[in-house]
């Protein structure tokens, strides 16, 4: 996955993913093709209104149900009011409690994906994802690195 892209389709590799046999059965041999569409966005600022409506645009066209967002430069006080005004219903999880400056913001449609944080770090988020229509998780990085490469070392 490359940063910048609007959205990936994730299908399973049938050779290194085995399933339960009972489910097994239900695919007759062809594994299923699971469509999620996952965006990442180095928005450089999302204090103002236009940031806002440019990222849920960029949902709405390319039918996200996962965004990171990268070098936010918001607090936490600020991202509860952008979630709940401009992505209703969307959850949301951040790396603001460990680095000034929230580099990090990751959010979701908890319609079409769960999404469990393992672990969070100033450069980066680790987190397991589930698709809620086929089961099928994944898990997912979202980086984003610090200024200096003595700073990037420990990730």
């Not at 401009?86 to 908890?110: E, K, M």
């Not at 769960?114 to 980086?143: E, G, M, W």
């Amino acid at each position: 996955m490359r940063a910048g892209l609007p959205g990936i389709n994730v299908t399973p590799y049938a050779g290194d993913y085995s399933l339960p046999k009972s489910e097994n059965a239900a695919w007759r041999g062809v594994p299923p093709t699971i469509t999620m569409r996952i965006g990442f966005w180095n928005v450089r600022g999302f204090n103002r209104p236009l940031k806002h409506n440019g990222v849920a645009h960029l949902i709405k066209n390319n039918r996200l149900c996962l965004l990171g967002i990268l070098e936010t430069k918001l607090t936490t006080s600020a991202i509860a009011r952008i979630i709940n005004r401009t992505f209703p219903g969307w959850c949301q999880t951040n790396n603001f409690d460990v680095i000034a400056g929230g580099r990090i913001l990751i959010i979701w449609n908890p319609a079409v994906i769960d999404l469990v944080p393992k672990d969070i770090s100033p450069q980066v988020i680790h987190c397991r994802a589930k698709n809620k229509s086929s089961q099928l998780s994944f898990y997912i990085s979202f980086t984003y690195g610090l200024y200096t490469v003595v700073h990037r070392r420990s990730m």
